[in-house]
T-cell receptor
Framework: SQQGEEDPQALSIQEGENATMNCSYKTSINNLQWYRQNSGRGLVHLILIRSNEREKHSGRLRVTLDTSKKSSSLLITASRAADTASYFC??????????FGKGTKLSVIP | EPEVTQTPSHQVTQMGQEVILRCVPI?????FYWYRQILGQKVEFLVSFYNNEISEKSEIFDDQFSVERPDGSNFTLKIRSTKLEDSAMYFCASGQTNQPQHFGDGTRLSIL
């Protein structure tokens, strides 16, 4: 299984602004998943995008996938203080496991 | 919405003792996982379990670790002889084929 690399490592924005975080990976995937982790809690699945999809929306979340560049981005629009968390991407091929990087730590300031 | 539940939320154990961490996965899920997160570090995969056997395991999952699905609802992780470096948050997850994994809130294991 391969690990995604999230960028930036930390992001601080004002409430109401948009937050964009990026993920790069190295080899071919079947899908790519984004997860959120609030401090001291488990990971929460946000969105799964398959390798034949280019964009996917879920509420205030928009995920893009560019398999030619081996990259994905997660956009959170109109951010809220409750969006403060760490965000992880998990590129997935045939393996059962998810492999997580260091994530992007998002702070939304009220 | 169905959840993965883990017990206990915090376990304190003396070094060298055995510990069992318990998980109740989502009822119609077929794949089960354990991950751990040492304080301040990445979430690391330990093991996956499918059809009553281990399907994949990491280098961390050595002979001191074992998993079991003793009945139709529970999924357990046993550490036989705990070490100080086993102190971490342990997360259970479950899922379906080609679907996202659903995580519990974890058990904080403290080894003294």
């Amino acid at each position: 299984s391969q690990q995604g690399e999230e960028d930036p490592q930390a992001l601080s924005i004002q409430e109401g602004e948009n937050a964009t975080m990026n993920c790069s990976y190295k080899t071919s995937i079947n899908n790519l998943q984004w997860y959120r982790q609030n401090s001291g809690r488990g990971l929460v699945h946000l969105i799964l995008i398959r390798s034949n999809e280019r964009e996917k929306h879920s509420g205030r979340l928009r995920v893009t996938l560019d398999t030619s560049k081996k990259s994905s981005s997660l956009l959170i629009t109109a951010s809220r203080a409750a969006d403060t968390a760490s965000y992880f991407c998990a590129p997935k091929a045939g393996s059962y496991q998810l492999t997580f990087g260091k994530g992007t730590k998002l702070s939304v300031i009220p | 919405e169905p959840e993965v539940t883990q017990t206990p939320s915090h376990q304190v154990t003396q070094m060298g003792q055995e510990v069992i961490l318990r998980c109740v996965p989502i009822s119609n899920h077929l794949y089960f996982y354990w991950y751990r997160q040492i304080l301040g570090q990445k979430v690391e995969f330990l093991v996956s379990f499918y059809n009553n056997e281990i399907s994949e395991k990491s280098e961390i999952f050595d002979d001191q670790f074992s998993v079991e699905r003793p009945d139709g609802s529970n999924f357990t992780l046993k550490i036989r002889s705990t070490k100080l470096e086993d102190s971490a948050m342990y997360f259970c997850a479950s899922g379906q084929t080609n679907q996202p994994q659903h995580f519990g809130d974890g058990t904080r294991l403290s080894i003294l």
